[in-house]
């Protein structure tokens, strides 16, 4: 039932450009999780790492694994800018293509690295890639699809990340035997792959019909909408797409400043959106994906290399049923759901860790309750943030919303990314899996922020949404509101006027 509903909404163009932007997104899995699990190998520790005359072995200290786990978010930070802007001023599609050059660059640094400065510059430096794809890839996703498969496709973003984290890791597994370089130099290799395809592909695709109306270039507009939306829809129910974004684009052509994300209706919008980025980080998802292999490793239980594969075919899954679902089920739904099983997982893997001599049990089910909360997250608030980020904010303020929404979540990751070597660590606070108290109460934090205060907007049309917020309908109310005839008085009003205009 849920393939039909889906496909009857796609043509053959549309499923393109959603498959290429989709497959752009892998780089950021392969990143992602190509460093996490390489921090795990003999061979990056000897090549990284500092000789510990005590134990006679390489390790990788505590100051260094911080900034390399966390520095690499000011070039997330500056990312998220640089795209923004460029997407919001040349097209989401230059914006894909210029990154995707960038990202060619960086994967040279980290593939010759053999010091520590230069494989820490080429994260930092790659991460600027990763920060464009961020400020560009959901809105782009957003804008150019149906309003019914809206929640499926934005939340792909996260599933195309675990997707690609998977391929990396298999490769991961497969080098982890070697003893040399190759081992982390191969996965990191694979950085040249998914920038090369976008690269050739980017100009075969339509660009964003609503970013061009922003623009006035109103027939390329209805030229790239006709072509995505051939054979779905009638060409009446196209124009009147074309027509509803036009009007709403059209009452605020003279806004669109930075300031007005914080004036009015619109501060309820953006702080709701800046809450559901902050929240998304500060549970601690940089625990299971940035040192998930490290931390596994350091316990002594299972293959560090299997278990983030073990991790990645399950958080897939959850991620699948919750594309699947979203736009039956609802966001609020999903977000709900997510931070309860992020709760109850870090709670527990909490309690373990107060065990004062653990076995090998008990180190084990540390492990599994890993697995609970990145499924917890992966249900719901890894794929559902962007769609929540995508749909609230005014229409004619997406990108401005994005580049503030994209920077909390990049601070936010940056703090708990530093902070994190330090609480699990000896000599300094030494909690190990106890610092799931820690993540657990911000999990609980995050469960009454979305019960109080996110609107379910299943079934809504940007449009609508935009309109429901201008109208102050209460949130309880958004998803029983019945917008889409208010929108269509509003749409007949104003074609009646343009049409009076046009006779005069």
Not at 192 to 207: A, D, K, M
Not at 300 to 312: A, D, E, H, K
Not at 322 to 335: E, P, Q, Y
Not at 404 to 411: E, F, H, K, R, Y
Request: include cysteine; glycine fraction near 8%; charge should be positive.
């Amino acid at each position: 039932m849920f393939n039909n509903n889906i496909r009857k909404h796609f043509n053959k163009q549309l499923g393109l450009v959603c498959l290429l932007i989709a497959i752009s997104t892998f780089n950021y899995g392969f990143d992602n999780q190509a460093f996490a699990t390489t921090q795990a190998m003999d061979s990056f520790t000897h090549q990284f790492g500092v000789y510990n005359t005590k134990t006679k072995k390489y390790a990788l200290d505590t100051y260094w694994l911080s900034l390399f786990n966390s520095l690499n978010y000011i070039g997330f930070g500056a990312g998220v800018i640089i795209g923004s802007f460029v997407s919001a001023r040349f097209g989401r599609r230059w914006c894909m293509f210029s990154m995707s050059c960038f990202a060619l660059v960086t994967a040279t640094i980290a593939v010759t690295s053999s010091r520590r400065e230069q494989i820490l510059a080429a994260r930092v430096l790659n991460y600027i890639y990763v920060g464009m794809e961020l400020a560009v890839v959901p809105v782009f996703q957003s804008e150019i699809v149906p309003t019914p498969v809206r929640g499926f496709i934005v939340g792909t973003y996260q599933f195309s990340l675990i997707l690609g984290g998977i391929v990396i890791n298999s490769i991961c597994r497969g080098t982890s035997g070697l003893s040399d370089n190759r081992a982390w130099r191969i996965p990191l290799g694979c950085f040249y792959i998914v920038p090369t395809i976008v690269l050739s592909l980017i100009w075969l695709i339509q660009e964003s019909p609503r970013w061009l109306l922003s623009k006035g270039r109103t027939e390329e507009a209805r030229t790239a909408l006709a072509q995505l939306r051939h054979g779905t829809i009638s060409p009446d129910e196209m124009e009147h797409e074309l027509l509803a974004t036009q009007i709403t684009l059209e009452k605020e052509s003279e806004r669109g400043h930075l300031k007005e994300l914080w004036q009015g209706v619109n501060f309820k919008r953006t702080m709701i959106v800046i809450f559901v980025n902050f929240f998304q980080q500060a549970t601690g998802q940089a625990f299971a994906s940035q040192y998930g292999a490290i931390f596994i490793k350091s316990l002594g239980t299972v293959n560090p290399f299997n278990m983030t594969l073990i991790n990645g075919g399950i958080n897939s899954l959850a991620i699948v049923f919750s594309l699947l679902s979203v736009d039956k089920i609802g966001r609020k739904t999903l977000l709900l759901a997510g931070a309860i099983i992020q709760l109850i997982g870090l709670l527990a893997m909490g309690g373990v860790g107060t065990i004062g001599h653990p076995t090998i049990s008990d180190k084990t089910a540390i492990v599994a309750l890993l697995s609970v909360f990145s499924f917890g997250f992966s249900l719901g608030w890894a794929p559902l943030t962007y769609v929540v980020t995508t749909e609230l904010p005014a229409l004619h303020l997406r990108d401005q919303s994005q580049r503030v929404a994209s920077l909390v979540n990049v601070v936010t990751a940056f703090t708990v990314s530093f902070t994190l070597p330090y609480l699990l660590n000896a000599p300094y606070a030494n909690l190990g899996s106890k610092v799931g108290f820690i993540y657990g109460s911000m999990a609980l934090c995050t469960l009454i922020f979305t019960f109080f205060f996110v609107p379910e907007c299943k079934g809504k049309s940007l449009e609508e949404i935009d309109l429901m917020f201008h109208e102050r309908v209460p949130l309880r109310k958004f998803q029983s509101y019945q917008a889409e005839e208010k929108l269509e008085t509003v749409i007949q009003k104003e074609k009646g006027i343009t049409e009076r205009v046009e006779e005069v």
